[in-house]
C-alpha cells in the first residue's frame, strides 16, 4: 500500500533522516503518502508533533538558506520541480559541527528529509521553478526569521559544493554573506 516508508538516519550527520515513501503505481500513475504520524512523529523528542506546514514556490538558480533555529524540526521535500536539498550541522558543541550532507530530490526519488533543530535548512532549485513543502515542530511559539540563525551559503568554513556560482538570493542571505 501506499502508506508505508523507508526510513533511514543518515550515516555523516546524527539525527538526519531520510524517508522514502512506498509508491503505488498502475496505468493511472502514482499514489503515494508524504506523511503519516504514527510513521514520522515517532522520530521527534518528547512527544513533540508536526503543527505548521510551508510551501515555497522558487524559480531556477535561488538558494534559499542556510537557516535554522534550537527549537524547530522541519521535514521537508520538493513537490514540484526538483532541488538540491542542504542540511548543516549548526550545533557547535557537536563532533559534526559544520559538516554538511546534500540530497537531490525530485519526483523521481520523492525523498523526504528530517531536519533535526540546532541544524540548518537549505536548497537550491535546479529546475525551471519548483515548489518546496516542509512541516514544522516546535514547543511554544514559532521562532521567525529574526530570532533564526543564518550561515551564508557560501561560507568558506562549509564548503558546500553548490552547483552554482551566481545564485538569486534573499536580502536575509545577501546580509549574511557580509558577516
Given amino acids: 500500500?501506499?502508506?508505508?516508508?523507508?526510513?533511514q538516519e543518515s550515516k555523516k550527520l546524527k539525527g538526519v533522516y531520510i524517508i522514502t515513501p512506498n509508491k503505488f503505481r498502475d496505468l493511472r500513475g502514482e499514489i503515494w503518502s508524504a506523511f503519516t504520524s504514527q510513521a514520522i512523529d515517532k522520530l521527534l523528542p518528547d512527544n513533540?508533533?508536526?503543527?505548521?506546514?510551508?510551501f515555497i514556490h522558487s524559480k531556477n538558480n535561488v538558494i534559499r538558506g542556510i537557516h535554522?533555529?534550537?527549537?524547530?524540526?522541519k521535514f521537508a521535500t520538493c513537490v514540484y520541480g526538483e532541488i538540491h536539498q542542504v542540511v548543516v550541522d549548526c550545533n557547535e558543541d557537536s563532533p559534526t559541527y559544520l559538516q554538511y550532507e546534500e540530497f537531490i530530490i525530485n519526483a523521481d526519488n520523492q525523498k523526504m528529509i528530517l531536519v533535526p533543530a540546532g541544524f540548518g535548512n537549505a536548497?537550491?532549485?535546479?529546475?525551471?521553478?519548483?515548489?518546496?513543502?516542509?512541516?514544522?515542530?516546535?514547543?511554544?511559539?514559532?521562532?521567525d526569521a529574526n530570532e533564526q540563525f543564518t550561515y551564508a551559503w557560501?561560507?568558506?568554513r562549509i564548503g558546500i559544493k553548490w552547483p552554482t556560482t551566481n545564485p538569486i538570493l534573499s536580502e536575509r542571505d545577501i546580509m549574511a554573506m557580509q558577516k
Fill in 1 to 7: 500500500m501506499a502508506i508505508e516508508f523507508d526510513i
Fill in 48 to 54: 513533540l508533533k508536526f503543527i505548521h506546514d510551508k
Fill in 68 to 73: 535554522g533555529d534550537k527549537n524547530t524540526y
Fill in 123 to 143: 536548497h537550491y532549485v535546479s529546475s525551471k521553478s519548483a515548489v518546496y513543502y516542509y512541516k514544522c515542530a516546535y514547543k511554544g511559539e514559532y521562532t
Fill in 154 to 156: 557560501n561560507d568558506p
